[in-house]
């Protein structure tokens, strides 16, 4: 098949989004699909933050990027751009004869899709990664009013894709009581299970002597933003320490509240505790989950949470917000949750895994077992029965009218 996606968020931007899209479309290409991505252009500074190259990703033979012209927009990361839409893209996309289009957001990029498919009669895919309305402290307006309309603005784009999916559950519920209508269904982000694995005892104990990790460590992956709540865990770890002499924080990842983070953890005495390893390549993250003891997340604005899932394909159990879509994905058996901003709960927690190695090393073993299914070849396998089913309502939808006009 021949399918183009489109994306406001993408390399060299670094996130879950963005690392789903890129381990999706190779694969895609690998099976045999031709695939264009519609993504905004960088430039040399976003690649300077993400500490890459300044050349365009290699997905395969099969996988073309196209550029398009994007503004630079505030965020944590201090990389984010946004596609200005003019509804002319489908203008090259219709010599390419596109079998479907999969639209990655609901902002510039995905009115463009939009716009394409129309025009090109074309069926789109639309897939809600953003819990949109978890975003209130980037917004001018109060934060319940911009909850409430952002959530119904993303349904109502949504709304006019053909078929609709989320990576949880409390995606598609929240859409639904805003009033999706279209068919929707569950599709998680892909994991890669080869490279996110545990680790042997050997291994984890020359990782963390490389690593400078204790024997008590406590890891954090991805962005350095408000919306992840990490003070929480800042928090949780100084009272942590209290008990646990060797208990320390790494994080893993770069964002603008780095400073305040550094701030707090001096302030709170743990200063020295807490290690900011930076924004890590895969095999480095891989490495750093594998020398790690527990992984913890205080986010409040997961529509899934891929390096939760990494963390679990990689045998560690975590400590999690019971909030939207954690409590899916971090099963009683696999990880404990703590109620949200609980900076004592998620202690509580933490000690608890980290004084009981037995019950570590279970939730461990069941973390890794749950993690498995949401390999790159099923999630991929997903995605081209969806594409399929798109496809072929197209093909009956053109019958009938071509039934009627005949």
């Known amino acids: 098949m021949r399918i183009a996606f489109f994306t406001d968020s993408f390399y060299p931007e670094l996130g879950g989004i963005q690392d789903s899209i890129l381990l999706t479309a190779r694969a895609l290409g690998e099976r045999g699909h031709d695939i264009v991505i519609h993504a905004p252009s960088a430039s040399p500074r976003d690649y300077r933050l993400a500490g890459l190259p300044a050349e365009e990703v290699d997905l395969g033979e099969r996988v073309r990027v196209r550029r398009l012209f994007s503004v630079p927009v505030p965020s944590s990361t201090g990389q984010s751009r946004l596609l200005l839409p003019t509804g002319q893209r489908w203008r090259g996309l219709a010599d390419w004869q596109p079998d479907v289009l999969h639209t990655h957001t609901f902002l510039g990029a995905g009115w463009e899709a939009l716009a394409a498919a129309r025009r090109l009669r074309v069926p789109l895919v639309g897939t809600n990664h953003w819990a949109i309305g978890e975003f209130s402290m980037y917004a001018p307006i109060a934060a319940r009013q911009f909850a409430r309309y952002s959530v119904k603005a993303a349904t109502a784009y949504y709304n006019r894709c053909a078929i609709v999916t989320g990576p949880s559950r409390s995606v598609l519920d929240e859409m639904r ?6 068919p929707a269904q569950v ?24 690593l400078g990790f204790s024997g008590s460590t406590i890891l954090y992956a991805g962005r350095l933003a408000i919306e992840k709540n990490i003070d929480v865990l800042v928090r949780a770890l100084a009272i942590v320490a209290r008990e646990q002499p060797d208990a320390m924080l790494a994080l893993a990842g770069h964002g603008t509240a780095r400073p305040r983070l550094a701030q707090l953890a001096a302030d ?30 205080a986010s409040t604005s997961e529509t899934q949470s891929m390096v939760l899932l990494q963390a679990m394909s990689s045998g560690l159990p975590a400590v999690g917000a019971r909030w939207r879509a954690l409590p899916e994905y971090i099963a009683d058996d696999a990880g404990l949750l703590a109620e949200p901003g609980d900076a004592g709960q998620f202690a509580a927690h933490l000690l608890t895994l980290l004084r009981e190695p037995s019950m570590r090393a279970q939730m461990g073993e069941r973390a890794w077992a749950k993690a498995r299914r949401f390999g790159i070849a099923e999630t991929v396998a997903a995605w081209e029965r969806i594409y399929a089913a798109a496809d072929a309502a197209r093909g009956i939808e053109q019958h009938n009218e071509q039934g009627a006009f005949g």
Request: aromatic fraction near 6%; hydrophobic fraction near 45%.
């Open 177 to 182: 009581a805003s009033g999706l209508r279209k």
């Open 187 to 210: 599709v998680s982000n892909p994991i890669d299970t080869a490279l996110f694995r545990p680790g042997e005892a050997d291994e984890r104990q020359a990782l963390k002597r490389s």
């Open 268 to 297: 709170l005495g743990v200063g020295q505790r807490v290690k900011f390893l930076g924004t890590l390549d895969k095999p480095a993250l891989a490495q750093a989950y594998r020398a790690a003891d527990v992984f913890a997340i």
